[in-house]
């Protein structure tokens, strides 16, 4: 069955402790890959899109992610986390067109100012 | 911007009344769509619908129905409120083979 996967559930860290978020995705074919985010009491939003073109995508608030086709992998990246980046944090993919997403469970991320 | 709206970010119901939650999108996408989200579960897909008047089963459709007379409007409808969906849903748009975008959701409680 299709799916994407978080390896972690929650993670703390310090202030400018540099970040990355595990994904993994179990589909082949045409894969468009996300993340969103989630600060607390507010709605989801995207972070950044993968749907071709350079693996490594940069998207808002600093953060960037790499897809990487031979790890079916799509972790998400940030040098220096901030406390303001304390939110939960979803991985989701969009196979073929198909306009169904498939979300991960999310990863809780808090920050320790 | 995306505009997704939802009626009410706070509802309480009691046990067997029949719930409305409505989600309004002022961008003409196509699709739009219904999740639950649980700790520990994530989002995971009530139903969707890709246009007026369709619609298509998610991963959890029992004890859910939907519909959707306009394109900007997608109602889910709760046809027996029971305790278990106690949750925060979430409505969300696209246009076709773009990403979600999401209202604020609302936190049902039942009784």
């Known amino acids: 069955a299709q799916s994407v996967s978080q390896h972690n559930h929650h993670v703390i860290l310090s202030e400018a402790a540099s970040l990355e978020l595990g994904c993994n995705y179990s589909?082949?074919?045409?894969?468009?890959l996300f993340w969103y985010v989630q600060y607390p009491g507010q709605h989801l939003q995207l972070l950044l899109k993968?749907?071709?073109?350079?693996?490594l995508v940069k998207g808002i608030k600093g953060f960037e992610a790499e897809f990487i086709k031979s790890k079916f992998s799509f972790n998400l990246r940030k040098p220096s986390v901030q406390w303001s980046d304390t939110a939960e944090y979803f991985c989701?993919?969009?196979?073929?067109?198909?306009?169904?997403?498939?979300f991960g469970k999310g990863t809780r991320l808090h920050i320790l100012p | 911007d995306v505009k997704v709206t939802q009626s009410s970010r706070y509802l309480v119901k009691r046990t067997g009344e029949k719930v409305f939650l409505e989600c309004v999108q002022d961008?003409?996408?196509?699709?739009m769509f219904w999740y639950r989200q649980d700790p520990g579960l994530g989002l995971r897909l009530i139903y969707f619908?890709?246009?007026?008047?369709?619609?298509e089963k998610g991963d959890i459709p029992e004890g859910y129905s939907v519909s959707r007379e306009k394109k900007e409007r997608f109602s889910l409808i709760l046809e027996s409120a029971s305790t278990n969906q106690t949750s925060m849903y979430l409505c969300?748009?696209?246009?076709?083979?773009?990403?979600?975008?999401f209202g604020d959701g609302t936190r049902l409680s039942i009784l």
């Open positions: 969300a748009s696209s246009l076709r083979g773009q990403p979600q975008h």
């Open positions: 589909y082949g074919g045409t894969v468009n």
């Open positions: 993968y749907f071709s073109g350079d693996p």
């Open positions: 989701a993919g969009l196979k073929n067109r198909d306009d169904k997403i498939i």
């Open positions: 961008m003409d996408h196509e699709n």
């Open positions: 619908s890709y246009d007026v008047k369709m619609k």
